[in-house]
């Protein structure tokens, strides 16, 4: 895993230097969910440059391709916005098992570890609303003919991994709904583990109907646990400690620009 970790920095490295600040793992190896032939896939944070500001050009957010999957590089100050937004594709970095800080930013990143789980929590409202939309997303797309998944639509009649996301979500949904640690959250017991592994491999093959009845009955499951559900108020000094770490970042960032110029 930090093999991967150190390709992907030292790739993404000789494309951004010094603006590259942190690079970090995500996907089904962060909880427990891989298998033979699962991608290894990243994000990555890199800083404005003087110009970028004072031209206002949008904010980098790009996909680039590397030795062993993908890696999502964003500017941080868009990164900062989608944790904000609580999507669990990114808040997951922060409790990422391969993480990369570049160490002259080190120290300025570090409040955003502290305060992981009050990150996490910064939005409730938010955090729900993205993973039942998450849901519903991977159902609509469990029969679609993708180009990533039109042979198993093909030989199988629906995409697996569609599925299992659906009953992954499920079960992050009710453990965050019950103030569990957002680690264990993303990590699926034991036996759900198997059965999402055994589901997402074709292992244990549905028919379509099944699938679709599978689904809707996680889907059913989401929507009665969030029926009841009272979020907290937005955590507005957590959006000051990540306002705060983005400031400073890019003021060291910008005074290191000017020197060398």
């Known amino acids: 895993m930090q093999e991967h970790l150190m390709k992907c920095v030292d790739i993404l490295k000789s494309k951004y230097g010094k603006k590259l600040i942190f690079v970090a793992l995500y996907g089904s190896q962060n909880y427990g969910l891989e298998f033979d032939g699962s991608d290894y896939d990243f994000k990555a944070i890199v800083v404005p440059s003087l110009d970028d500001i004072v031209f206002n050009r949008k904010p980098a957010s ?6 062993d999957g993908l890696c999502d590089v964003k500017d941080l100050r868009k990164m900062i916005g989608c944790w904000k937004k609580q999507n669990i594709n990114f808040v997951e970095l922060l409790f990422s098992k391969a993480i990369w800080v570049n160490p002259d930013y ?5 409040p955003l570890f502290d305060n992981r ?3 996490v929590h910064y939005d409730e409202r938010h955090a729900i609303n993205c993973i039942v939309g998450m849901a519903m997303e991977k159902y609509h797309a469990l029969f679609k003919p993708y180009p990533s998944q039109i042979g198993v639509i093909e030989k199988y009649g629906y995409a697996a991994k569609q599925l ?9 949904l009710v453990k965050y709904i019950n103030k569990e640690p957002y680690l264990d959250c993303l990590t699926p017991n034991e036996l759900l583990r198997e059965l999402l592994i055994a ?3 074709y292992t244990y093959v549905y028919s379509p109907d099944k699938a679709k009845s599978s689904a809707l009955t996680a889907i059913d499951s989401i929507n009665e646990f969030v029926k009841d559900f009272e979020p907290a108020p937005v955590n507005e000094k957590i959006g000051l400690v990540m306002d705060e770490v983005t400031t400073n970042i890019i003021r060291k960032a910008l005074k290191e620009e000017l020197l060398e110029a």
Request: a neutral charge; aromatic letters at 8%; hydrophobic letters at 40%.
């Open 199 to 201: 589901i997402k491999s």
């Open 164 to 172: 299992s996301h659906i009953w992954r979500l499920k079960d992050i």
């Open 62 to 67: 790009t996909t680039i391709e590397i030795e």
């Open 117 to 119: 789980e009050k990150i």
């Open 106 to 110: 080190k120290e300025l990143f570090q």
